[in-house]
């Protein structure tokens, strides 16, 4: 695995910036949400090698052992808004007592158009494979009382033989209808049904046989007890509402299919092209988990709540048939990670009465599908690995905590499971997991009170949002090219999340397929950048900060031998929201 090359024994200047230096242009009046910069921070290398620039600091000064490290800036969007490139923040001088500072050019005014990207214009459109669907929320009221909605329904328990037959919804592009479905495969855990349309005794085009519900119905048997035992448990209540309030019952009373797991394969959105590579599905869904099938209507709703009256009422995902055929591996993980979504719904959603965002719940899919991997027995190129190029090329079009519902979804995915990864690998593996996923808490304070859990901490999201930071920037302390532990098992898997590389060439960033403007502003090899890893920009690129911990990082260079002090000073105004970090490495 190839790490980012050293730049040891350059006899080029000490510390190169990025040509063209600017200074923010901002009114004399102080601008809604702008911070004016006007403190000193004094550091020392010795105790830390990240240092945070406030929006109030203007000046940084680092004492210690710097010779031949090198210099990195990163910049973070702390809010929940965009943070206009107009309202970044650069470094406008570099200074030192102790060597000296040689700068590729004089500080000087913006730079002008070609140093500001534009991520609007970034369209990844066909770039991505497949996506997965989110499924929305409903907030109906519990009952007070029983007697507000009735959970006495007569059901009958279909026979779960091969052959047997039922009508499943699904949406179609004129709405919810229910097809026709036949059951191919039992397991002790699941049934796996296959729209008849969807059927081939000889798989073609979007149509998969009895061959492939067997091995669907093999694979999720073996590996559903091993992910409850991380993720907790699917829930066996219905929710029975009449759009005003709710009761919950068990799904004995209600569901034709009982406690099973009901896996149904078909066309999902119908979106079928072709079997060539990069026409097929190209924006197409792999699998989704409803959460709609885990509630019964007792009257006709309308608005929100519409999409209920659609309930398959039961234990539901689905896998696009299409994928199942032609990428099997990625369709097989794919039953991990929707497995997963059904299991979050009841240990957040039904039992805490919690919504965790969008990013979480991705993330955690995600890493369902990577400590899984080898239990599995699939490829690193059919994993959530496989998503390491599009997040070392694209990660500033998503925050880290960001989920963007539109065409570059792929790489809001791409964002959390990087840093899912990073906590793994860092944190505690599947412990860590299975304390995130069974805590009474969501999203970041999840995150936080799992990691301090496992290690015996006190850290705070900002704290280990630092230590990714430095996993970005080449640390090897914090690194993502390390196993996780393996401290938990079920049965004789121990769930191993193997090290991968960030910085490797193949997952090298495609840089040439960024819009025109943005390759002149991506650092080059006198900078300290080999083209590997995430890509590293100037310091003169202004680029919007995406909300939830959006980040753009800049390499400054190299420092000189001999270096024991450094002063950095900034741009006198920026976001409120805009939090620098110094990385010396």
């Given amino acids: 695995m190839k790490m980012r090359k050293s730049l040891a024994g350059r006899?080029?200047?000490?510390?190169?910036?990025?040509?063209?230096?600017?200074?923010?242009?901002?009114?004399?009046?102080?601008?809604?949400?702008?911070?004016?910069?006007?403190?000193?921070?004094?550091?020392?290398?010795?105790?830390?090698?990240?240092?945070?620039?406030?929006?109030?600091?203007?000046?940084?000064?680092?004492?210690?052992?710097?010779?031949?490290?090198?210099?990195?800036?990163?910049?973070?969007?702390?809010?929940?808004?965009?943070?206009?490139?107009?309202?970044?923040?650069?470094?406008?001088?570099?200074?030192?007592?102790?060597?000296?500072?040689?700068?590729?050019?004089?500080?000087?005014?913006?730079?002008?158009?070609?140093?500001e990207i534009d991520l609007s214009a970034i369209d990844l459109g066909k770039k991505q494979k497949y996506r997965h669907f989110v499924s929305p929320k409903f907030d109906i009221p519990v009952s007070s009382s029983r007697s507000a909605v009735s959970p006495n329904f007569s059901v009958t328990p279909i026979s779960r033989d091969v052959g047997t037959t039922?009508?499943?919804?699904?949406?179609?592009?004129?709405?919810?209808?229910?097809?026709?479905?036949?059951?191919?495969?039992?397991?002790?855990?699941?049934?796996?049904?296959?729209?008849?349309?969807?059927?081939?005794?000889?798989?073609?085009?979007?149509?998969?046989?009895?061959?492939?519900?067997?091995?669907?119905?093999?694979?999720?048997?073996?590996?559903?007890?091993?992910?409850?035992?991380?993720?907790?448990?699917?829930?066996?209540?219905?929710?029975?509402?009449?759009?005003?309030?709710?009761?919950?019952?068990?799904?004995?009373?209600?569901?034709?299919?009982?406690?099973?797991?009901?896996?149904?394969?078909?066309?999902?959105?119908?979106?079928?092209?072709s079997d060539k590579e990069g026409e097929y599905s190209p924006n197409g869904t792999a699998g989704f988990f409803f959460s709609k099938d885990y509630y019964k209507t007792t009257t006709n709703l309308s608005g929100d709540y519409k999409v209920l009256n659609y309930s398959n009422i039961g234990k539901y995902f689905y896998i696009d048939s299409a994928i199942a055929r032609l990428y099997p591996n990625d369709a097989i993980s794919t039953l991990a990670h929707e497995f997963q979504h059904m299991i979050n719904f009841n240990m957040k959603d039904i039992k805490l009465g919690k919504v965790p965002d969008t990013s979480y719940n991705e993330m955690l899919s995600m890493l369902c599908e990577d400590m899984m991997q080898d239990f599995l027995e699939i490829d690193d190129d059919d994993s959530p690995k496989n998503r390491t190029q599009q997040f070392n090329t694209y990660y500033i079009l998503s925050g880290i905590r960001e989920y963007l519902d539109n065409d570059n979804a792929v790489v809001s995915y791409a964002t959390s499971y990087t840093f899912g990864a990073f906590l793994a690998r860092n944190y505690g593996g599947a412990a860590l997991i299975k304390e995130i996923s069974q805590n009474d808490k969501t999203d970041n304070n999840s995150i936080v009170a799992a990691v301090n859990k496992i290690n015996s901490t006190s850290l705070t999201f900002d704290k280990i949002f630092q230590n990714f930071l430095l996993a970005l920037t080449g640390n090897t302390t914090y690194t993502l090219n390390k196993d996780a532990k393996q401290t938990l098992s079920s049965g004789s898997y121990s769930y191993p999340m193997t090290a991968y590389d960030i910085f490797a060439n193949g997952y090298a960033p495609e840089i040439e397929k960024l819009p025109s403007n943005l390759p002149s502003l991506?650092?080059?090899?006198?900078?300290?950048?080999?083209?590997?890893?995430?890509?590293?920009?100037?310091?003169?690129?202004?680029?919007?900060?995406?909300?939830?911990?959006?980040?753009?990082?800049?390499?400054?260079?190299?420092?000189?031998?001999?270096?024991?002090?450094?002063?950095?000073?900034?741009?006198?105004?920026?976001?409120?929201?805009?939090?620098?970090?110094?990385?010396?490495?």
């Avoid at 492939?212 to 409850?228: L, N, S």
């Avoid at 799904?251 to 999902?268: A, C, F």
């Fill in 166 to 273: 039922k009508n499943i919804w699904i949406e179609t592009e004129n709405g919810y209808e229910q097809k026709p479905a036949t059951l191919y495969a039992t397991g002790t855990y699941c049934n796996v049904w296959i729209l008849d349309d969807y059927y081939a005794t000889t798989e073609s085009k979007n149509k998969v046989s009895e061959s492939t519900a067997q091995t669907f119905a093999q694979k999720f048997d073996a590996m559903y007890p091993v992910i409850r035992n991380v993720f907790g448990n699917e829930a066996e209540i219905i929710r029975v509402t009449d759009g005003k309030t709710r009761t919950d019952t068990s799904i004995s009373d209600v569901s034709d299919t009982g406690s099973t797991v009901n896996i149904v394969l078909y066309d999902i959105d119908g979106d079928y092209k």
């Fill in 522 to 585: 991506v650092a080059s090899s006198e900078l300290g950048y080999d083209g590997n890893g995430p890509v590293l920009f100037k310091n003169n690129a202004a680029i919007d900060l995406r909300p939830q911990y959006g980040i753009s990082l800049h390499t400054l260079g190299e420092l000189s031998a001999g270096m024991n002090d450094l002063t950095l000073t900034f741009s006198d105004k920026g976001s409120a929201d805009l939090y620098m970090y110094v990385i010396v490495q």
């Fill in 11 to 115: 006899t080029a200047a000490s510390l190169l910036i990025a040509s063209a230096l600017f200074v923010s242009c901002v009114d004399e009046e102080e601008e809604e949400g702008l911070i004016e910069a006007t403190e000193t921070k004094n550091e020392s290398i010795s105790s830390s090698n990240i240092f945070e620039v406030a929006p109030e600091t203007k000046t940084l000064k680092i004492t210690g052992n710097l010779g031949g490290k090198k210099l990195y800036v990163a910049r973070v969007n702390m809010g929940d808004y965009t943070i206009s490139k107009s309202d970044v923040r650069t470094v406008t001088k570099a200074e030192s007592s102790s060597a000296s500072i040689s700068l590729s050019s004089s500080v000087s005014a913006r730079a002008g158009a070609d140093a």
